[in-house]
């Protein structure tokens, strides 16, 4: 069973600071791994996604890593702002064509003024 | 174009009381996913429709929760004899292809 864990849970941070959320898979088999972002009473928002063939992506000041054959992935958020504050999960499909998505439990990030 | 909608946003219902909560996926997207969301919690998986192929409800907590989607339509979880256990936010999601999910803004449950 693929489980996702994401470290830290949770960080604090000034504004201005880089920062890199951490996400692992008990699976490394990813086929797909998408990163979300979640304000508080909200669904989730799509930030990256990166696909099977893909090793990294890139939007604005986040960029999302992947290495497959440990099964971790990285979300690293450039020159953090307060709008930044929020939950971020990553979630992965594993190898196999099954569409099943584990979610990792996310990593609440509050950005300080 | 048009992302995932849900309806209603909020529903407050009585112990007891069957509810019924939509999803509006994005028009061609093949599979779709309910989730449900508790208060501080993570997603959990409900259940997962692919095309005609048969839904996989390997989430569904109880044969109190059931759900129904005609083609690559709309789609519909219900909840009959609702429990306070059941009060959470109830996230759909619309896919397009394997391990790629657009979220609708989720239902509100509140079981009084």
């Known amino acids: 069973k693929q489980e996702v864990t994401q470290i830290p849970a949770a960080l604090s941070v000034p504004e201005g600071e880089n920062l890199v959320l951490n996400c692992s898979f008990t699976d490394s088999a990813i086929y797909n791994l998408q990163w979300f972002r979640q304000d508080p009473g909200k669904g989730l928002t799509s930030l990256l996604l990166?696909?099977?063939?893909?090793r990294e992506q890139t939007s604005g000041r986040l960029n999302a890593s992947l290495d497959k054959s440990s099964g971790r992935s990285t979300l690293y958020i450039a020159a953090s702002q307060p709008g930044d504050s929020a939950t971020y999960l990553c979630a992965g499909v594993s190898s196999g064509g099954y569409q099943k998505v584990t979610f990792g439990t996310g990593t609440k990030l509050q950005v300080i003024p | 174009g048009a992302g995932v909608s849900q309806s209603p946003s909020n529903k407050v219902t009585e112990k007891g009381k069957d509810v019924e909560l939509r999803c509006d996926p994005i028009?061609?997207?093949?599979?779709l996913y309910w989730y449900r969301q508790r208060l501080g919690q993570g997603l959990e998986f409900l259940i997962y429709f692919q095309g005609n192929s048969a839904p996989d409800k390997s989430g569904l907590p109880s044969d109190r929760f059931s759900a129904e989607r005609t083609g690559e339509s709309v789609s519909t979880l219900t909840i009959q004899r609702t429990q306070q256990e059941d009060s959470a936010v109830y996230l759909c999601?619309?896919?397009?292809?394997?391990?790629?999910?657009?979220f609708g803004p989720g239902t509100r449950l509140t079981v009084t």
């Open positions: 999601a619309s896919s397009p292809f394997p391990g790629v999910q657009y």
């Open positions: 028009s061609g997207h093949t599979a």
């Open positions: 990166i696909q099977s063939s893909q």
